[in-house]
C-alpha cells in the first residue's frame, strides 16, 4: 500500500512540473491579460517536425522552464499533425490555420512568438531556438526587462 501512494504522489509531482499547454489562443490571451504574464505560442508539427520535437524535449519539457512558465507564462501550441490517428477536431485545425494566417504566414516549424499581456509580440523564435532551456528563459527575462 505505502508503495502505490508513493507511486501516486511522484506522479502528482511529476504531472505538478509539467507545463500546461493550452490549445485557444483566445482564452490563454484572456489569461495572459488577468494574470498580467507573457503569452509563448509555439507552432509545431509534433508528429513529422524533428526541430519541434528537440524543441519540445529539450527546452519545454524542462523541469527548469516548466517552473519558469508556471509564473511567467501562459502557453499555447498550435500543432499541425500530419499522421491521420494525430489528427486534430476540424475546429482546432481551422483555429490553428488561423493563427498561423496571421502569425506564420511563412509556414515555419518550428516558430515560437512571445506576446505580452496586450497581445504585442514582443520576440520571436525561428526554428530550434540553439540553446538549452536556461537560456531561452534568460532571453525571455531579457525581454522583461526592456518591457
Known sequence: MRMSLAV??????????????QTNFVKAKEEAKSEHKY???NFSGSDWCLPCGRTKKEIF???????FAASNLVLVNADFPRLKKN????????????LAEQYDKQGAFPLTI??????KILKQWVGFPAENAGKFIEQIKSVEQRN
Not at 512571445?114 to 497581445?119: K, Q, Y
Request: glycine share 2%.
Open 39 to 41: 503569452l509563448l505560442l
Open 114 to 119: 512571445l506576446f505580452d499581456a496586450d497581445g
Open 87 to 98: 489528427k486534430l477536431s476540424v475546429a482546432q485545425t481551422k483555429e490553428n490555420e488561423a
Open 61 to 67: 519539457e524542462d523541469k527548469s522552464f516548466n517552473a
Open 8 to 21: 501516486v504522489v511522484i506522479a502528482l509531482l511529476t504531472m505538478s512540473m509539467t507545463a500546461n499547454w
